[in-house]
Structure formats: structure tokens, C-alpha cells
């Protein structure tokens, strides 16, 4: 595709509710990022995907977090039992190679999530 | 651990004047990268600008520049000529290039471009 897309778009969830938040990179690219973005606040890394390999999920904060990319291609990112404090941006950006540091990310719009 | 700090929470520009926006960081290693992202209101980030610590010289991108000084820990990025489609949410990032899976960002900076 022409760029990263993430779906849904805007999730509300009831506290407690399982939430599944879709990305969509880049035809072809190799590195996958999650992060999350509170209100006001920049990205938090929460973890990298290199093909279908998770090499890092330094920065999940509970195992309540989990993330997929079984085919090296599109991601899931689940949430069990949601809290208030998940409400937040969930931004996917990836980048055409391996991750060499100066590698461009390219981001997509974001899944706002709203726990009630 | 690295950190990232933006001073500025909002700035306000003229149209077609300069403004520089303050970044500094924290880290005890000596190769990294630094970024400016640009967050506009529909939230998809962009990259502006990126420089590399082993580089003396100031990465330039037509009208955005950085003063990076590396002793200082500083990387401010100047917007010369603003335009009104420069206002955003700018977003200061640092990522090791030993440990490259993870990108640190600052707070953020909210541009306003006056017209």
C-alpha cells in the first residue's frame, strides 16, 4: 500500500473488554514498531518486530500486552482486560530493512483507544 | 538510562520568520541518532530531519537545520521562512545505534504559525 494503516481507526472498550488494534505496513517492510502515546506526551516504544520474529518487548508494560506478526506482514496488538490507564494512541510505524538505527520510520495514523 | 527533554511546550511564529525549538538529552554513549518528527493534527508522524553524533556538520533539510552540539547534549531544530503548514506537534528522538530497536522521544513541542 501506499502507506501504513491501522484499523480501527477509534476503539471505545468498557474496562475489563479485550481489545485488538490492526497494522498494515508497508508492502515489503521488514521492521515493525508498536508505540504508545498518551495525551500530551510523545511515543513510548513498546516493542519490535523483525519479520516475524518480536526481538524486543522491552517496553510492553504488563503481560496484559501481547503482539503478533505471524507472517511477517500485518500486526496485532491485544489487549486482555482493558484498563482506564490503556486509554492512549497506539501508533505502528515500520521501515523497509533491517533495523540499522538511521533507518526511516514511517508511521501511521493511529488507533485512539478509549477505555471507559 | 537515555532521556529525551523538550523545554518548550507551545511556540508561536510569524509566517515567514524563523523560530528554534530547544531538545536536549541525556545518554552516556558516545554513537546515536538523533531525530525531529513532525506531528500534524491528523496524527500521522513524519520525519524532518535526522543527524548522526559522529557527524560534526549540521544536517540541513531546505528550511529546516539543526544546531546539534554534542558536548552540550543539545539539538535544537530551526524553521526558517515558517509556513502555515508548519505548525504541528514536533517531536525531539534519540535511538542508540548499539541498541537500535528503541527510538526515544521527548514530550513534544506545539507549533503555532500565525498568519
Redesign the interface.
Known amino acids: 500500500g501506499a502507506g501504513v494503516s491501522q484499523s480501527p481507526r477509534y476503539k471505545v472498550a468498557k474496562r475489563g473488554q479485550d481489545v485488538a488494534l490492526r497494522c498494515d505496513p508497508i508492502s515489503g517492510h521488514v521492521s515493525l514498531f508498536w508505540y504508545q502515546q498518551a495525551l500530551g506526551q510523545g511515543p513510548e516504544f513498546l516493542t519490535y518486530f523483525q519479520n516475524e520474529a518480536q526481538l524486543d518487548k522491552s517496553g510492553l508494560p504488563s503481560d496484559r500486552f501481547f503482539a503478533e506478526r505471524p507472517e511477517g506482514s500485518v500486526s496485532t496488538l491485544k489487549i486482555q482486560r482493558t484498563q482506564q490507564e490503556d486509554s492512549a494512541v497506539y501508533l505502528c510505524a515500520s521501515s523497509r530493512m533491517e533495523w540499522g538505527g538511521q533507518e526511516t520510520q514511517y508511521f501511521g495514523p493511529g488507533t485512539r483507544l478509549l477505555v471507559l | 538510562a537515555q532521556t529525551?527533554t523538550q523545554s518548550q511546550p507551545e511556540m508561536s511564529v510569524q509566517e515567514a520568520e524563523t523560530v528554534t525549538l530547544s531538545c536536549t538529552y541525556d545518554t552516556s554513549e558516545s554513537d546515536y541518532?538523533l531525530f525531529w518528527y513532525k506531528q500534524p493534527p491528523?496524527?500521522?508522524?513524519?520525519?524532518v530531519i535526522?543527524q548522526?553524533a559522529y557527524k560534526q556538520q549540521n544536517a540541513t533539510e531546505n528550511r529546516f537545520s539543526v544546531n546539534f552540539q554534542k558536548a552540550a547534549k543539545s539539538f535544537s531544530l530551526k524553521i526558517s521562512d515558517s509556513q502555515l503548514g508548519d505548525a504541528a506537534m514536533y517531536?525531539c528522538?534519540y535511538?542508540?545505534?548499539r541498541e537500535?530497536?528503541?527510538?526515544?522521544?521527548?514530550?513534544?513541542t506545539r507549533l503555532f504559525v500565525k498568519a
Open positions: 529525551v541518532y491528523s496524527r500521522q508522524m513524519i520525519l535526522r548522526e517531536f528522538a535511538r542508540s545505534a537500535g530497536f528503541k527510538t526515544i522521544f521527548g514530550a513534544g
